[in-house]
């Protein structure tokens, strides 16, 4: 899987938008980007995920460069309860051998 | 039940004791995996199954760890004589072939005193 690369840390004020960046450079052309996150050490939580078009679900929106050198994972309007840690993921889903795996991830502190 | 999962939630063991933990994945779901982590430490991938075979168990760090399925569902992760190095949250995963999301279970905290 390609590696990817993300802010270790970053906060965000309550109600605003927070935007996640990460860069996988060396993704290749069936390798989806997947954002996962996890919350003082539960069981990481599904997000989004894409290919190249951008996506959007009840959670959060994924935006995809043209290259698919680099994505953002958009948080609408942040809540406390959205403070974790986010993973950016590059993985091909066909091959279930293919596991997530998982980088340093970006810590988000949501504030009020 | 309809997501992936795991017991015990909490366990505190003695050191050179054995340990098992289970997992139980979403129903008809072939595809299992593994992690640990460590207190503040990121995740690491331990162990796939695919049904009962396990074609990737490149992260398991010692022979004192091993892992079983049966049945294609109930995976069991056992550790043999633990040590405090062992301690950390263990999480299991799974997802359908093909699969595009991966699900994980709350994890078992393992203690070892």
């Known amino acids: 899987d390609a590696k990817t690369t993300q802010p270790p840390s970053m906060d965000c004020a309550e109600g605003r938008a927070a935007n996640l960046p990460c860069n996988h450079s060396t993704i290749s052309g069936n390798e989806y980007v997947y954002w996962y996150r996890q919350i003082h050490s539960q069981g990481p939580q599904y997000i989004i995920h894409g290919l190249k078009n951008n996506e959007t679900n009840e959670m959060a929106s994924l935006i995809i460069t043209e290259d698919r050198k680099s994505s953002t994972l958009i948080l609408p309007h942040a809540t406390l309860r959205d403070t974790a840690v986010y993973y950016c993921?590059?993985?091909?889903?066909?091959?279930?051998?293919?596991?997530?795996?998982f980088g340093g991830g970006t810590r988000v502190l949501v504030k009020p | 039940g309809a997501g992936v999962s795991q017991s015990p939630s909490n366990k505190v063991t003695e050191k050179g004791k054995d340990v098992e933990l289970r997992c139980d994945p979403i129903s008809g779901h072939t595809a299992l995996y593994w992690y640990r982590q460590s207190l503040g430490q990121g995740l690491e991938f331990l162990i796939y199954?695919?049904?009962?075979?396990?074609?990737?168990k490149s992260g398991l760090p010692s022979d004192r760890f091993s892992a079983e399925r049966t049945g294609g569902s109930v995976s069991t992760l056992t550790i043999q004589r633990t040590q405090q190095e062992d301690s950390a949250v263990y999480l299991c995963?799974?997802?359908?072939?093909?699969?595009?999301?991966?699900?994980f279970g709350e994890g078992s905290w393992l203690t070892v005193v």
């Open positions: 993921i590059v993985r091909v889903p066909e091959a279930a051998g293919n596991k997530l795996t």
């Open positions: 199954f695919q049904g009962n075979s396990a074609p990737d």
């Open positions: 995963a799974s997802t359908q072939i093909p699969g595009r999301q991966i699900y």
